[in-house]
Structure formats: structure tokens, C-alpha cells
């Protein structure tokens, strides 16, 4: 599932929805700082393109 250079060690996550590939911890950064419940304490993912959860 991961594309790119496998010898870097920031861990791709792709979106199994839209396809877009972002850095692991990414998409808590930009979506979960404002969200009430979980405020970066869920194990998801969220895509940054989209705002799928990715668990
Ligand atoms: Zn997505």
C-alpha cells in the first residue's frame, strides 16, 4: 500500500477512498485539533484531502 522511497522513515498512510497519500500524524495535525470529542486521542487517521477516518 505504501508508494515512494521505502528507505525514508515517515510513514506513508494512502487513503483507501480518494488516493491521496499523506505523512502518518498528518491529518490529526490539520483535522483533529478542532475536533471536541477525540482531539487527537482516537487512533485514526484522517485523511487531509478528504476527512476519511482511516483506522
Ligand atoms: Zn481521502
Known amino acids: ?3 515512494g522511497k ?3 522513515k515517515k510513514e ?5 477512498l ?6 502518518k500524524g498528518k491529518g490529526a495535525e490539520s483535522s483533529c485539533g478542532s475536533c471536541p ?9 484522517k485523511c487531509p484531502n ?3 477516518d482511516i483506522p
Not at 480518494?18 to 505523512?23: A, D, I, L, P, T
Request: proline share 0%; with cysteine.
Open 1 to 3: 500500500m505504501i508508494v
Open 6 to 8: 521505502e528507505n525514508e
Open 12 to 16: 506513508l498512510i494512502k487513503c483507501s
Open 18 to 23: 480518494c488516493g491521496y497519500s499523506f505523512e
Open 37 to 45: 470529542l477525540n482531539y487527537g486521542s482516537c487512533h485514526f487517521e
Open 50 to 52: 478528504c476527512g476519511y
